[in-house]
């Protein structure tokens, strides 16, 4: 999928994200809690902003770039933490929707930029930490692929941070399905070894699949605001609140297992993984 078709399809989820959330109102009554997509939504946060302040410390003086921003969720908690953020996302509607929700918080230490990850429009070593947060995974051309490698260490300073959250198996039999490239995560170490940065850290993310699949499997495809909510009328064998209960009880087992064994070995049994590189100095 070249960077013209990544365009029409993040336009097509933007959109999909705003209307949807009328049509949650709407149906309001009928609704019931969905657990699971909240606790994978907090999981992803609290993963990710534990490494970029315990090992980054963003500070005033520190410059991200957050690259994929969708509608802004990581470029805000980013600015929220005081640090000078570059927002881009190849989506104009996603742009769009992204300063929407920034210009709610009131936060000013922010600039938005529609441009593809293969090829951006910024400085040489520029940035302390660049955020990617589910980016790469949907880059399915492998000259694209390699060039928005090459392009996230280009525009990091040395000894500067690249923050990935990616569908990284350790063993992939599938290589890409029709919206996801499946990279292993030591294909992902080789090719940033090759651009000059070196893999430092990483830790699962997802280590309960098993447990949280089919709770999750529309949520992981859409930033559809409905996800979260079980609705009555979908020819379910159970009730919104029976499954809202059962999405509860998966989230009490998942949360063990994700938040105490994903840094341990047993991560590698992960698909998705959060992998922390450092620019050469």
């Not at 993963?47 to 991200?64: C, D, G, H, M």
């Not at 090829?119 to 051309?141: G, I, K, M």
């Not at 529309?218 to 009555?232: D, E, M």
Request: hydrophobic letters at 45%; charged letters at 25%; a positive charge.
């Amino acid at each position: 999928m070249r960077a013209e078709e990544l365009e029409g399809y993040w336009d097509h989820v933007a959109l999909e994200a705003r209307s949807a959330e009328s049509e949650r109102v709407k149906k309001w009554k009928n609704a019931a809690r969905n657990w699971l997509a909240e606790y994978a939504d907090k999981r992803a946060k609290d993963f990710v902003l534990s490494i970029a302040e315990n090992v980054l410390k963003p500070a005033r003086s520190t410059r991200v770039l957050d690259i994929g921003c969708g509608p802004g969720k990581w470029t805000r908690l980013f600015a929220e933490r005081r640090s000078r953020v570059t927002a881009v996302d190849v989506s104009p509607k996603m742009i769009v929707l992204a300063k929407e929700s920034i210009s709610k918080e009131n936060l000013t230490r922010v600039d938005f930029h529609v441009m593809s990850v293969s090829r951006l429009r910024l400085p040489d070593n520029a940035y302390d930490l660049v955020n990617c947060v589910t980016v790469l995974q949907h880059v399915l051309d492998d000259d694209e692929w390699e060039s928005a490698v090459k392009e996230l260490v280009r525009v990091t300073k040395p000894g500067g941070k690249i923050l990935l959250y990616e569908t990284a198996p350790s063993l992939a039999i599938k290589k890409r399905t029709a919206h996801l490239r499946l990279n292993t995560m030591k294909s992902y170490a080789n090719e940033f070894r090759k651009a000059g940065a070196r893999l430092v850290y990483w830790r699962a993310v997802d280590l309960s699949l098993p447990i949280t699949f089919f709770g999750l499997k529309k949520y992981a495809a859409s930033f559809n605001k409905q996800v979260y909510y079980f609705l009555a009328g979908r020819f379910s064998l159970f009730s919104p609140k029976s499954l809202s209960f059962l999405s509860k009880i998966a989230v009490a087992l998942a949360r063990p297992i994700d938040y105490r064994l994903g840094g341990t070995p047993l991560g590698f049994l992960s698909v998705g993984k959060i992998m922390l590189f450092e620019k050469n100095v």
